[in-house]
């Protein structure tokens, strides 16, 4: 074989050598390729779970503030209306203590002495007594009245209406005549009491006492609130 014929075989070689290197590569790139490709799914894929995993958990933890939320609105609107309850209780015994001014119709009842002395010459049934307030008083209460002032005292439960000498005193505060009484209730019920036949307005009326009634319909009698302290020194609530 000539120089030639060597040379012409040994191309060839060389040729077949380096396609088979270049179809190794070929195939090499492509398995890596095919390799890097089916990572990256699976990662992808597990991306894909673990979000989904995160956002179960994040919508269970929101339907669980939700759901306290809800629960504390539900206990606001239960205190609120609680709240309000108490409040109106808390009103009406007020008003039961005399501890705020309350206003509404009824009567205004002005009680002065007499002029001169009676008409039997006795000077003791001419000037009005810390009995006669009492009784005018009681008839009050009894005819439904709901808040009681005499010249502004109002007159609670502990209350106390004496004579000391020629002065009478009303809460401890000595109060002269004339007497006038505020009268909160229902006006004709009030009226209608008070100056029926026999009542205790007439029996002063016959004496000579000056007795004005005023009927007021509306709600302009204003009776103020008890100034006076309530103290319990023996008194205590049973636990």
């Given at each position: 074989?000539n ?5 012409i075989?040994?191309?060839i ?11 190794q ?11 890097a490709?089916t ?5 992808l ?11 179960d ?5 929101l ?7 809800e ?15 108490n ?7 007020n008003?039961?203590?005399g ?10 009842i ?9 008409i ?20 009050l ?73 005023d009927q007021v ?23």
């Amino acid at each position: 074989m000539n120089r030639k014929q060597i040379a012409i075989v040994l191309g060839i070689m060389c040729a077949l050598l380096v396609m088979g290197i270049f179809i190794q590569i070929n195939t090499v790139n492509s398995s890596y390729t095919g390799v890097a490709k089916t990572k990256t799914e699976n990662e992808l894929r597990d991306n894909v779970l673990r979000m989904k995993e995160k956002y179960d958990i994040a919508t269970e933890d929101l339907k669980i503030v939700q759901q306290e939320l809800e629960d504390l609105r539900n206990e606001a609107v239960r205190r609120n209306s609680s709240s309000e309850k108490n409040k109106e209780t808390l009103s009406e015994y007020n008003k039961l203590l005399g501890n705020t001014d309350l206003k509404g119709p009824g009567l205004i009842i002005t009680i002065d002495d007499a002029d001169s002395m009676s008409i039997l010459g006795d000077s003791y049934q001419s000037v009005v007594h810390d009995g006669d307030l009492l009784e005018v008083l009681n008839a009050l209460r009894n005819c439904g009245a709901e808040a009681i002032s005499i010249n502004d005292h109002r007159i609670v439960s502990r209350t106390s209406i004496t004579c000391i000498g020629n002065v009478i005193q009303i809460n401890g505060e000595k109060v002269g005549a004339p007497f006038v009484f505020k009268a909160i209730g229902n006006t004709s019920q009030l009226y209608g009491s008070l100056t029926m036949p026999g009542s205790y307005i007439t029996y002063l009326k016959r004496d000579g006492i000056k007795v004005k009634i005023d009927q007021v319909e509306k709600d302009t009698i204003i009776v103020p609130k008890y100034t006076g302290v309530y103290k319990s020194d023996y008194a205590s609530v049973v636990e």
